[in-house]
């Protein structure tokens, strides 16, 4: 399980965890909680190129379809094809078995438009929910 106070965060509710030239990218224990009820999720398949900023996927609950914003910059190298099956995980464990999916990144430096988790809290903390 990833370390939620060592992640980066996106307004978007993107979290990514870098190590050497590969993201691990996932959605925030706050959006999991908020999407509520998840009933399908589409994730990029490797080889896909992402800009960051950019839609990569989209998860969809009972009550709304969310569009998944990437963080970064790359190629997909690796989705977790194991959530379209149980999707639970992404509810259970979104820091850990809930990932979604893992970009070899082609810049290193991570956008400074990235938040740390206080950042990201305090960002959750201001917008309509």
């Known amino acids: 399980m990833m370390d939620p106070q060592k992640l980066k965060y996106a307004k978007s509710d993107e979290w990514v965890h870098l190590e050497g030239d590969v993201a691990t990218v996932g ?8 999407l509520t009820d998840l009933v399908y999720i589409d ?4 080889g896909k190129a992402l800009k960051a ?3 990569f996927g989209v998860v969809e609950s009972v009550k709304a379809a969310s569009d998944m914003y990437s963080p970064v910059t790359g190629e997909v190298i690796e989705s977790n094809s194991r ?7 992404l509810s259970d464990d979104p820091f850990g078995a809930g ?3 893992k970009v070899k990144v082609s810049d290193k430096n991570l956008s ?3 938040m740390d988790r206080a950042g990201y809290e305090k960002h959750w903390a ?3 929910h």
């Open 27 to 34: 959605i925030t224990d706050f959006a999991v909680k908020a």
């Open 112 to 114: 400074s438009e990235l």
């Open 43 to 46: 994730l990029p398949k490797p």
């Open 99 to 101: 990932w979604l999916m």
């Open 53 to 55: 900023g950019e839609p």
């Open 126 to 128: 201001t917008r309509a």
């Open 83 to 89: 959530l379209a099956d149980d999707l639970g995980k």
